[in-house]
């Protein structure tokens, strides 16, 4: 069965660096996702991505985060100036279409763990 | 916008016997509904969802959501659990005629399922 896969599984970052957070969907899916999970909180939206450029985004994803789809395989994401509070697991998620059919579904990685110490 | 409730942090239940893990939803416009699971230390699985048409969805497993217009609830239950159900389990709403597909989760309930 098809799988996203993000990389790395855990990542420790210093305070005020930045950090990429890598993904890749399935292959024939055409809109992508992050989400992140606070230890203890709901599981929230960040961002999604059609066409090669975002298409919605929440009041969390503020200038610090931007997305990319830098060689039509890869979806990253990008925190350039770390805090503490972003300390998170951030899932990727992929769907073959966002819209009214009976496949949607979304498709999530396993998440990368991020640690800012 | 939309908000989901899930009414129970946890939930523990002896391997055997049923059990209900509760959803409420709001939303000013019509919702597809899902449930994900997450074993420990993996991702976010998807376990059913409610897109259109009979309102009882099940999954492979065993497990069944029921979708109440009326009650704004979308309650998953199976009537007999295995130690292995164990894992965290969140109701999630999409609203309808947005092309983007965004969730909303709900804060996740705990399943315990004690030998």
């Known amino acids: 069965e098809p799988e996203v896969t993000q990389t790395p599984s855990h990542q420790v970052t210093q305070m005020g660096q930045e950090v990429i957070l890598r993904c890749v969907p399935i292959?024939?899916?055409?809109?992508f996702y992050w989400y992140r999970q606070i230890l203890g909180q709901k599981v929230e939206f960040l961002v999604s991505?059609?066409?090669?450029?975002?298409?919605?985004k929440s009041e969390i994803f503020d200038d610090q985060f931007s997305v990319e789809r830098p060689d039509g395989s890869n979806f990253t994401l990008k925190i350039r100036s770390t805090k503490l509070e972003d300390s998170a697991m951030y899932f990727c998620?992929?769907?073959?279409?966002?819209?009214?059919?009976?496949?949607?579904?979304?498709?999530f990685g396993s998440g990368t763990r991020l640690t800012v110490v | 916008a939309q908000s989901v409730t899930q009414l129970d942090s946890q939930v523990p239940v002896f391997e055997e016997a049923p059990v209900e893990l509760r959803c409420n939803y709001s939303?000013?416009?019509?919702?597809?509904l899902f449930w994900y699971v997450q074993y420990p230390n993996q991702g976010l699985q998807l376990l059913l969802k409610?897109?259109?048409?009979?309102?009882l969805v099940e999954s492979i497993n065993g497990f069944e959501a029921e979708f109440n217009k009326s009650q704004t609830s979308f309650h998953l239950r199976k009537p007999s659990v295995h130690i292995s159900d164990t894992a965290e389990y969140f109701c999630?709403?999409?609203?309808?005629?947005?092309?983007?597909?965004?969730?909303?989760f709900g804060q996740g309930t705990i399943l315990t399922v004690h030998p």
């Open positions: 998620a992929s769907s073959e279409t966002g819209g009214l059919t009976t496949n949607y579904g979304y498709t």
């Open positions: 292959s024939n899916h055409l809109y």
């Open positions: 991505f059609y066409n090669n450029e975002i298409s919605e």
């Open positions: 939303s000013s416009v019509s919702v597809y």
């Open positions: 409610y897109l259109s048409g009979s309102t």
């Open positions: 999630a709403v999409s609203p309808w005629g947005t092309s983007y597909g965004k969730l909303t």
